[in-house]
């Protein structure tokens, strides 16, 4: 799906009015409810986060899902590993633990940009070698469909990763939060990478 489509336009116009009109809507308390206390308030403002949060996520979704569904489990595998890698970090206090946490996300991360995107070129590369040494081979790609915006995802997700382990990112956000941070339909092809920060602050901040 092009950004300059009639397809993306109704998108995004179907997501700026359910993100502002329908969360809002929905997010507000009953005619049968008594005026808010500043308990209700709260309940009623982390409701219309959730709501606008699950408004990112489908339409991220149907974005990536125009193209080919299949990338978004890559994706979510990403997400995935940054979850548990939060709770760890919740969790965990001693250094050692938490830099060996924080390596096997890396690793992860790394080795999933590598598989999807430069297996198949080492085995273009092996069976061209071994074709000019006079020996009989014949490369065999695994097939691998590579996902909209991976390097981006890869380097978006070790971002959290490193900021998660220095301390200056809160560690527990929900799956949802981390899997809207990567996948997040404006950004996942044109950019730029940002520190994880700037946009899991905003994901979790209400809005009226």
Known sequence: MNFHSARFLLMLAVAFFLYWEVADRYGRPGEDEDLPDEATVKRMMNR??????????????????????????VLSAYALVNWAAGLLFGRVKSPG???????????????????????????????????????????????????????????????????????????????LHHWIYLCFFPRVVAGPIVRSSDLLTQLDRPRR
């Open 97 to 175: 633990p938490r830099k060996a946490v924080m390596v096997l996300a890396v690793c992860l991360h790394l080795g999933g940009l590598i598989l999807y995107k430069y297996v198949n070129l080492f085995i273009r590369t092996k069976a061209d070698v071994a074709q000019w040494l006079g020996l009989s081979a014949k490369p065999e790609p695994l097939g691998l469909l590579v996902p909209l915006g991976l390097s981006f995802a890869a380097f978006q997700a070790i971002s959290y990763v490193v900021d998660a382990y220095r301390g200056q990112v809160k560690a527990r956000y929900s799956y």
């Open 48 to 73: 219309r986060r959730w709501l606008r949060l699950w408004v990112l996520a489908l339409t991220s979704f149907a974005f990536y899902a125009a193209w080919d569904f299949r990338p978004l489990l």
